[in-house]
């Protein structure tokens, strides 16, 4: 994948659509098997560090400050793609994540609360 030029990024920071708190939901999906390994959010500048960087930097919403994952804990992610949405308003981080991506231990945040819907079945 080539880099992104500034007016490039530029751009992909103007087209995405911010919450009124300035964030954008960003899920993060291992980019060989597709799991997806957690949400967080990002802010423009977030957003643009994630994309010129090849490391994922989120916005802490309970610390209000950045944070990359992996700079605490050695589990990193490393940018291998993304995408936003149709409407802009929420991007996909596809990633090689190194050790879990839970803060809980766990490999992926949903593996921690598994739930039991009904599930459904398309008409016949």
Known sequence: MSEL??????AVVDRATFDRDGLLPAVIQQWDSKE???????????LRRTLTEGRVTFWSRSRSEFWRKGDTSGNAQYVR?????????????????????CHTGAHACFDVDPLEPVVGAPDA
């Not at 997806?36 to 977030?46: D, I, P």
Request: glycine letters at 10%.
């Open 81 to 101: 793609g993304a995408a936003l949405d149709c409407d802009g308003d929420t991007i996909l981080v596809t990633v090689d994540q190194h050790g879990p991506a």
């Open 5 to 10: 030029t500034t007016d490039t990024v530029a």
């Open 36 to 46: 997806v390994l957690m949400l967080g959010y990002m802010n423009a500048e977030a």
